[in-house]
């Protein structure tokens, strides 16, 4: 223990690489889908969004972001 009776934090984070690891090369399968499939509708899709403004973009993000931060509460429990 540390001083003031608390253990440091290190002692509380651990990362498993290998499970951040597989989640990262998913995230590329699954980035890479739509381009591989439909290279047409990709580039449609990656020219909307270069043309659309911050605010949308940005609120995709966030609705992005929240759809998977609740998948992963409801997977890992």
Known sequence: MSAGGREPLADH???????????????????????FLSPATAQRAFRAMAEAGGRPLRAMGLASMAIGCALLYWIRG
């Open 13 to 35: 984070m651990s990362i498993d690489w290998h499970d951040l690891g597989t989640a990262f090369a998913l995230y590329l399968v699954l980035e890479g889908l739509l381009p």
